[in-house]
């Protein structure tokens, strides 16, 4: 009796799984099926869940018959879902807006890092101004660093950059300033020349807001006779004008670094800053500048007698934190991209 009422069950069902499937048009339809006929609580389901109370001589196939409509009618829905998409497709084609001449949608682009945008307007700024870009390595000797730019061993404003270093005998390094492609820019180079070096420089700092262990410089190096602070500071201000937009209000104090003499700490008031409160706090630091050194002249080959120079390092990161009203230059380095794909 069990066995009847089963095999009748399972013509019952066949006939109408197959009749819904033929009746679903669309995805919500077919949906409804799969959830009707294939899933935990269908009548197929029901009649798998039966088998084990049938007389034993019944079950294997009962079971193998339920079994075989599981499988037809999971084959059915997969082959009527694509007949489905391939209909909307046609019919999507024979539209009269139609046009297979179409470029296909684009794959979404990155974008340019803030940092490599303002290299990239420094170096044409300069570029404009007869300067060649230079580079130099990030992993530098002692002597680049620190000793051609009259830095003696054990002197104290080595202190002042605190130092990855490479090695246990202090030659090798990773470079805590673009400074030392000065001393490489001046071997390679007769003077007369104008340079600026762009890079990533590197100091074991504590990192916060305002300090990473990586960041970014311009150093810039122009040798020619009879160069003098005037010529530094037309220089800074035309490029300023040019990196902000506007006639920039610029300071020089006097600033201590031993590759330069006289050196300066160069500060900049930004045309906005009266209307962020008090006038003097309104100065921010800006660059490091100054008089090549006579002993750095020398370490490049370059005769102090005849040529004189001025160099200048600025951050680049400070430049974009300044433009854009960025508060933490740790957003440089994080790799998040909810801030990368504001640039
Ligand atoms: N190298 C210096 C630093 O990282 C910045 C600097 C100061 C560069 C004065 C210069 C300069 O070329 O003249 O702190």
């Not at 066995?3 to 069950?9: D, F, I, L, Q, V």
């Not at 959830?35 to 193998?64: F, H, M, N, Y």
């Not at 979404?108 to 060649?132: A, K, N, Q």
Request: with cysteine; hydrophobic share 40%.
């Amino acid at each position: 009796m069990a066995e009847t009422s089963n095999g009748s069950n399972l013509a019952e069902i066949t006939a109408a799984a197959m009749a819904a499937l033929e009746a679903a048009d669309g995805e919500a339809a077919l949906q409804a099926f799969e959830r009707t006929w294939l899933g935990k609580q269908g009548p197929l389901a029901e009649l798998l869940a039966s088998i084990p109370r049938l007389p034993a001589a019944d079950r294997p196939r009962v079971g193998k018959a339920a079994n075989q409509l599981k499988r037809e009618l999971a084959e059915g829905l997969d082959a009527r879902r694509s007949a489905i998409a391939e209909a909307a497709l046609r019919q999507a084609r024979s539209a009269d807006d139609y046009d297979a001449s179409l470029p296909a949608p684009r794959s979404p682009r990155g974008s340019l890092h803030p940092i490599t945008r303002i290299r990239r307007e420094v170096e044409d700024i300069f570029g404009s101004m007869g300067y060649r870009v230079l580079d130099g390595p990030e992993v530098e000797l002692d002597h680049y660093n620190f000793e051609a730019l009259n830095f003696p061993a054990n002197h104290p404003a080595r202190d002042l950059q605190d130092t990855f270093w490479c090695d246990n005998e202090g030659h090798v390094l990773l470079r805590t300033h673009t400074s030392p492609v000065q001393i490489r820019a001046m071997q390679r180079l007769k003077p007369p020349f104008r340079a600026i070096v762009p890079g990533r420089v590197f100091r074991n700092e504590a990192v916060d807001a305002k300090h990473e262990h990586t960041f970014h410089q311009v150093e810039g190096l122009v040798i020619d006779e009879g160069i003098h602070v005037g010529h530094l500071i037309g220089t800074l201000k035309g490029v300023l004008r040019e990196i902000f937009a506007s006639e920039i209000d610029i300071r020089l104090r006097p600033g201590y670094f031993p590759f330069v003499e006289p050196g300066f700490e160069v500060d900049i008031r930004l045309p906005d800053a009266g209307s962020r409160g008090g006038v003097l706090a309104d100065w921010v630091e800006f660059c490091g500048a100054g008089m090549v050194h006579p002993n750095v002249l020398r370490a490049g080959g370059v005769d102090p007698e005849r040529y004189s120079g001025f160099a200048f390092g600025m951050g680049l990161d400070r430049m974009v934190m300044l433009r854009y009203g960025i508060d933490d230059i740790r957003h440089f380095m994080a790799g998040d991209l909810r801030f990368l794909t504001q640039f």
